[in-house]
């Protein structure tokens, strides 16, 4: 009778003393949090972005299309990134680099994260974006048609429509984390720094809040322009190139189209950073008893 109680300890304890596990489960906590919370943001932000205009992709109409395939996709890629991160920073750290080289560990780790979470995140994204603007009524709508190509394109080219935009979506995101998550670990050994010879383990859910708020619309305002190419390119009705994309906003609209939707992307990655880092901390801490 004593090896059923014991047994659960020993699992429970398991849980709280593996950083792979806490990451998976507090990384999709965070996701799925951040993503259905600021949604209609990231609506808007679409719809402004896009080709055929605000109003014409639905203005302020419908601003929780497609929260399907972001409801479906979060969780695993926010896990996925999470997961590859920790792993990768817990290498670099274990070899004492120095500030510099745990500044780099940090950007690889980001980056390799983000890779890793572009294999859920793309198709994902294609799907959403299409309903957000307005192009199909529902996320499942989207996909179905895409699937429905296989009658007549086959199987490889539906692959290549889920992962339309594969290429500049990691162009977007690698110079994102890169920006944004040394910031973030900065902040916070600077404020574990603060507090003396009485340093905690790791900072408060609050304090990874404010820090991942500040260096997410730090890294938002930056990347934007690579936003709207990424944006343009899954809603396009046929395949272009990047470079096509990008000559042909220059030359109709001008470059202030690379900025369109600053305001949007930035409120929603500040709020967003502050959810999904706050929440990312809180699970993660209280998953590891601190």
């Not at 849980?15 to 999709?28: H, K, N, T």
């Not at 109409?61 to 990768?88: C, D, H, K």
């Not at 572009?118 to 048609?145: F, M, N, W």
């Not at 390119?233 to 000559?247: D, F, N």
Request: aromatic share 10%.
């Amino acid at each position: 009778m004593e090896d059923g109680p014991r047994a659960m300890d020993n699992r429970q304890s398991a849980l709280v003393d593996s950083p792979y596990l806490r990451s998976l489960l507090a990384g999709g906590i965070a996701g799925t949090t951040v993503d259905t919370s600021l949604y209609p943001l990231d609506t808007l932000k679409t719809r402004l972005q896009s080709s055929a205009g605000f109003w014409a992709s639905g203005g302020f109409r419908g601003v929780y299309n497609g929260i399907g395939s972001a409801v479906v996709g979060s969780a695993p890629g926010a896990a996925l990134f999470f997961v590859t991160y920790e792993s990768v920073k817990k290498h670099f750290a274990s070899r004492q680099l120095g500030s510099y080289g745990e500044a780099g560990g940090h950007m690889l780790a980001a980056s390799l994260g983000e890779i890793a979470a572009c294999a859920v995140r793309v198709p994902t994204e294609v799907v959403k974006q299409r309903a957000q603007a307005g192009q199909y009524p529902t996320s499942l709508t989207a996909l179905t048609s895409i699937l429905n190509q296989r009658r007549t394109h086959g199987l490889f080219h539906v692959w290549r429509e889920l992962y339309r935009g594969w290429s500049i979506t990691v162009l977007r995101e690698v110079p994102f984390t890169v920006i944004q998550f040394p910031l973030w670990e900065g902040m916070k050994k600077w404020a574990l720094r603060q507090r003396g010879p009485t340093t905690p383990k790791d900072v408060t859910a609050a304090e990874s809040a404010v820090f991942g708020s500040i260096s997410g619309a730090i890294a938002a305002g930056l990347t934007t322009p690579l936003d709207v190419l990424k944006t343009r390119l899954m809603l396009a009705k046929q395949r272009e190139s990047v470079l096509a994309i990008t000559s042909k906003i220059w030359q109709g609209e001008g470059g202030k189209a690379f900025f369109r939707g600053i305001g949007p992307r930035t409120m929603w990655i500040s709020i967003g950073g502050a959810v999904f880092l706050g929440s990312y901390q809180w699970a993660s801490n209280l998953l590891a008893g601190i």
